[in-house]
Nanobody, 120 residues
Framework: QVQLQDSGGGLVQAGGSLRLSCTAS????????MGWFRQAPGKERELVAA?????YYADSVKGRFTISRDYAGNTVYLQMNSLKPEDTAVYYC????????????????WGQGTQVTVSS
């Protein structure tokens, strides 16, 4: 059973930066796709970035967000720069086996979520 612990959210002004972290335990980290989703009030959960052998970014964050992973520490990061008010959401770390998917329903494991609020 994989467990994910995500952290790093907070309140930041527009144009600022945050780094989210997610540490995994209980599984073979290298075989999992690690993704960051976000969900704003009244909106569907959307994939922001994901990584395993390939990297996926949503169009809305390309050039501003960077996903990376530390295999030794079983940790995945999301560096968020040039933040905008529309980036405000609860951000969730998620994992699934082998292949990147943009569908939240296809991820098997989830962190508890961390709030990111960007003020204008």
């Amino acid at each position: 059973q994989v467990q994910l612990q995500d952290s790093g959210g907070g309140l930041v002004q527009a144009g600022g930066s945050l780094r989210l972290s997610c540490t995994a335990s209980g599984g073979t980290f290298s075989t999992y796709v690690m993704g960051w989703f976000r969900q704003a009030p009244g909106k569907e959960r959307e994939l922001v970035a994901a990584i395993r052998r390939t990297i996926y970014y949503a169009d809305s964050v390309k050039g501003r967000f960077t996903i990376s992973r530390d295999y030794a520490g079983n940790t995945v990061y999301l560096q968020m720069n040039s933040l905008k008010p529309e980036d405000t959401a609860v951000y969730y770390c998620a994992a699934r086996q082998l292949v990147v998917s943009t569908r939240a329903s296809e991820y098997d494991y989830w962190g508890q979520g961390t709030q990111v609020t960007v003020s204008s």
